[in-house]
């Protein structure tokens, strides 16, 4: 086994037969001996999936939440349960109520769902709050909260703090894992609604490391426009990076089109640093 591994649990596709698929994400990244959850999809079908794939939960050190939507905080109840000793990593905004409102249709939630608050409040002392980047492990960190340099890059969605919609929701909350490695960083992403360009160069900014060997997660391109889609694909190339391995609100055929790998549940990336 590689000495950094990247699982792919949950998506709405399955790279093999047994294994659940949902609109939700969650990873599972392993580092020599350690395990972290990185979101929790929409339900328990990640822990379902890492079952039956063979990875070990019960000794995952931190569960991390790259922000309060539903499809990767829905299997918090499950990762409390699974991992007893993990703490979790997320913003305090991820706790807002939020909607997302299409034309002509009635206002969905989209915020932390009701189970997931029920097992969280018990654990308040197991939160750790992401306000600031910081690290959480010899080499490895979370974003904190995204500086938007890039306007071209916005939420990419129709997405609100009230269901009236008159507050559109900025995700403030949204955050991304980096691991350094000795070819570059490695960075995992959830829905990157704060845009890619701008979590490359934050992130490569509070590190100090310039070299991305590997981008992993959801690049939140499925709706965006040619401008934006060239502008994002141009910044990717301009940061030299070397893989991109996209799945959940990429867009397969965004993905394919650009020449980005396309992950499914069951996927996993590896790389051994440092070999
Ligand atoms: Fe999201
Ligand atoms: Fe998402």
Known sequence: MPSLSITL????QAARPGLQTEHGLSFMVQRRDQALLFD???SGAWLSNAQAMGIPVASVSHVILSHGHRDHTGGLPEAI???PDARVYMH?????????????QAPRTLGLPPLAWRALSPKADHICWSTAPMRIGEGIGLSGPIL???PQEGSSGPFFLDPEGHE???LEDDQALWIHTSEGLVIVLGCTHAGVANTLDHIRKITGESRVRALIGGLHLGRADQERLDFTMEHIRAANVQEVLSCHCTGESVALSHGLQWMK???TWGMNPGD
């Open 9 to 12: 649990l949950v998506d709405s």
């Open 40 to 42: 929790t999809g929409a």
């Open 81 to 83: 349960q699974a991992c």
């Open 92 to 104: 305090p905004k991820a706790l807002m109520p939020r909607y997302s409102i299409h034309p002509g």
């Open 148 to 150: 938007r340099r890039h």
């Open 168 to 170: 559109v929701d900025p």
């Open 265 to 267: 549940a069951g996927d």
